[in-house]
């Protein structure tokens, strides 16, 4: 059974800096993408980033392009979600999510939510202005 546990999350003061993590279990982790989603109060979920299985090809929304960085170590089954310059809008809870890709090019789809097999629990994160 595919686990994922994100942490990293809490308050921080707009310009501040947050790294999240994401731990993965039950899976071959190396054979996943994996992306970062976010969904403040009363909005949908939305895409934050995204990685390939082998790290090699990144992928940000235009909101975070610059600031946010994902990286993974497949020897250690994690995700991380840098993040600096923080800003208020970025208050949400943070969500990762692992997809094994073996129907459709993840370029194609990566951004899309509804296309990810497995989800974790999420963490908070609230920036104050």
């Known amino acids: 059974q595919v686990q994922l546990v994100e942490s990293g999350g809490g308050l921080v003061q707009a310009g501040g800096s947050l790294r999240l993590s994401c731990a993965a279990s039950?899976?071959?982790?190396?054979?996943?993408?994996m992306g970062w989603f976010r969904q403040a109060p009363g909005k949908e979920r939305e895409f934050v980033a995204a990685?390939?299985?082998?790290?090699?090809?990144?992928y940000y929304a235009d909101s975070v392009k610059g600031r946010f960085t994902i990286s993974r170590d497949n020897g250690k089954n994690t995700v991380y979600l840098q993040m600096n310059n923080l800003k208020p809008e970025d208050t949400a809870v943070y969500y990762c999510a692992a997809d094994r890709g073996f129907l459709r090019e993840f370029s194609d789809y990566y951004y899309n939510s509804n296309e990810y097999d497995s989800w974790g629990q999420g963490t908070q994160v609230t920036v104050s202005s």
């Open positions: 039950g899976l071959t982790f190396s054979r996943f993408h």
């Open positions: 990685i390939r299985r082998s790290g090699g090809t990144t």
